[in-house]
């Protein structure tokens, strides 16, 4: 078994990183508070905010910064390839729709 | 001969000279958690890639979420936050082999869960008072005109994926703190869900949606029984990092969920 206690792994860098997740999210709130952006560039900030959130969250509360390079490496990147997947399906045919101006039935 | 081939077996089967040294290092019921979360993140992701969908071709998006909303699901994120900490320190304490410091923080971690099943409950009691229900169900007295109310009737893309996406996370949150207090409490645990599940049944008045919903925690209730009784265990450290696994990962997909769906739909005026 992987012993989670056997490399260097101190209580402060938890702190740390709750410390910094916390912060990240006061971030977004102000940002989508005061509308600094407009709604593209607000969602590509967004999400490049929640993916450095994620990355804390996988890599130090869930460990696997800590385990084998070999898990590290398989679960990411077959999670990732279907995320890529998706992203094919799903959003061309999402900007076909707007571009052909469909519109909600109140305006 | 037989010697040459107990040594291969110590060289192929590691120390325990029992069993193969785990392909990923780590023990089986980790890789077993890992694995499922994998699966669990492509639910999540194909949720999350059809509210985007919805979300970029439908123009202009419904921004209901003023600042009330957005300062309670604030709340809710930090409620997560700080549950992934007290887990952290959880299995921490597992690993030291402290029991009482490891129920503790168990529990402090399903007390932040809790609170947002709660927040995020009063929150959905709100909205749909307010007559954002998705197609099919009715609007309750008094909530057919209004903003909310004319969301619901001409973006019903809108409530469906906020209610599909936010449901599946809120059921999520459910599931792991019975299966924290499982891991805490053991057979303990089954009187005091029994109890919520009676006591939310019993107080939630008739016409609120977790009048229903709330038989989520008899389900629960069954499920973690029959765990409980068939196969009797005393959790270990093991056990409480696997089951810290499963609750960071509902904290990883809310912090998706909250700028996706949240954020993304303010109208702070």
């Known amino acids: ?107 | 001969m037989a010697d040459a081939t107990l040594q291969h077996n110590a060289v192929q089967h590691g120390l325990s000279g029992e069993y193969e040294t785990p392909l990923f290092g780590a023990y089986s019921k980790k890789v077993g958690m890992w694995l499922f979360l994998a699966s669990d993140s492509l639910t999540f992701g194909a949720l999350l890639f059809a509210f985007s969908y919805n979300r970029i071709y439908t123009i202009p998006w419904p921004t209901p979420f003023h600042a009330e909303s957005i300062a309670n699901a604030t709340i809710m994120t930090a409620c997560l936050l700080s549950s992934s900490l007290t887990m952290v320190l959880g299995v921490f304490a597992a690993q030291r082999g402290d029991r009482a410091w490891t129920r503790n923080w168990l529990l402090a971690t399903m007390a932040f869960g809790t609170a947002f099943i709660v927040l995020h409950g009063m929150e959905w009691s709100k909205l749909i008072s307010e007559g954002l229900t998705i197609p099919g169900f009715p609007h309750p007295a008094g909530s057919s005109s209004g903003e909310l109310a004319d969301i619901s009737k001409n973006v019903p893309q809108f409530p469906a994926t906020f209610f599909g996406l936010t449901a599946m996370h809120m059921l999520h949150v459910t599931i792991g703190v019975i299966y924290l207090g499982v891991v805490a409490l053991r057979k303990l645990f089954l009187p005091i869900l029994g109890a919520l599940w009676l006591a939310g049944f019993l107080l939630i008045p008739s016409d609120n949606v977790f009048h229903y919903g709330i038989h989520a925690l008899l389900i629960g209730l069954i499920v973690a029984a029959v765990i409980l009784f068939l196969k009797p265990k005393d959790y270990d450290a093991h056990d409480v990092e696997v089951s810290g696994l499963y609750w960071h990962f509902v904290d990883l997909v809310w912090m998706f969920i909250f700028p996706l769906v949240y954020l993304m739909s303010t109208k702070i005026t």
């Open chain 1, 1 to 107: 078994m992987h012993d989670v206690a056997k490399h260097d792994d101190s209580k402060g860098q938890y702190f740390w990183v709750w410390g910094a997740l916390l912060l990240l999210t006061a971030i977004e709130v102000v940002l989508a508070y005061k509308q600094v952006f407009g709604a593209v560039r607000m969602l590509e900030v967004l999400l490049i905010l929640s993916v450095i959130k994620s990355a804390l969250i996988i890599g130090y509360f869930m460990h696997l910064k800590f385990e084998r390079a070999l898990m590290r490496w398989m679960l990411m990147v077959s999670v990732v390839a279907c995320f890529i997947i998706m992203y094919f399906f799903y959003f061309p045919d999402a900007d076909r729709e707007r571009d052909l101006g469909v519109r909600w039935m109140g305006q």
